[in-house]
């Protein structure tokens, strides 16, 4: 190896920038063992995300799955979990100071880095002006592993209070499998009916399950 290649993670990321760096380097420049070779570094890493699939699903894993991994402990288990923290922190606070969610995929992975972590149903809303800006994003509703309360009334109150001119709906499934329910459509149904009376619309209603999601509005449903 030579030049960048001849480089920790670290060091790479220093000297070329952080937009250098691989999946495989990332992964490396977290987890790798301290004094580790630049071959240690990368070996361990690719065994790491071949065994997880992909980065999102490192730091989706959960703490008896990180700390059986020869050489993560716990100390690198809070480490990588810090950091999917932080990445969550850091989309909810860019949503709240840019105001606007630009492109379906932006709101796609807002919602997911906010709820695919959970444990149990959360049933989340964007609320938006005219113009697509953000105003506020609410936790509305929270529930079991497999079922949330959704009141209608509760959210057309809370647009009302922000003078919401439309909203996006979101709730997880810890399961994984963010294949809508009979119940996630008719709740659905009822939302759209009951913001339709105040002119409020429903741009989308999305599922987001673990590394997936399922969009009404992409299926056609909204």
């Not at 630049?38 to 008896?64: E, H, I, T």
């Amino acid at each position: 190896m030579d030049g960048m290649e001849n480089l920790m993670p670290r060091e790479k990321m220093l000297q070329y920038g952080i937009e250098t760096l691989t999946d495989v380097e990332l992964a490396g420049a977290f987890s790798a063992r301290r004094h580790a070779s630049v071959r240690m570094c990368f070996s361990y890493a690719q065994a790491l995300l071949q065994r997880f699939g992909s980065l999102y699903a490192l730091l989706s894993a959960d703490k008896a799955q990180l700390i059986a991994v020869d050489g993560l402990g716990l100390a690198k288990y809070a480490q990588l979990k810090g950091i999917a923290e932080l990445a969550r922190r850091y989309f909810s606070s860019q949503l709240v100071e840019e105001a606007a969610l630009v492109t379906p995929s932006m709101t796609r992975e807002f919602l997911q880095s906010q709820l695919t972590e959970e444990e149990r149903e959360i049933f989340m809303v964007i609320f938006l002006d005219n113009q697509n800006r953000v105003l506020k994003h609410s936790r509305l509703f929270s529930g079991t592993l497999s079922h949330v309360e959704v009141h209608p009334r509760e959210i057309v109150r809370e647009a009302i209070k922000v003078n919401a001119a439309a909203v996006i709906l979101a709730h997880n499934h810890p399961s994984g499998s963010p294949e809508p329910s009979q119940a996630d459509r008719l709740i659905t149904e009822r939302v759209i009916k009951c913001c339709r009376f105040m002119e409020i619309r429903v741009l989308d209603h999305l599922v987001i399950g673990r590394g997936a999601y399922v969009s009404f509005a992409e299926r056609g449903w909204i």
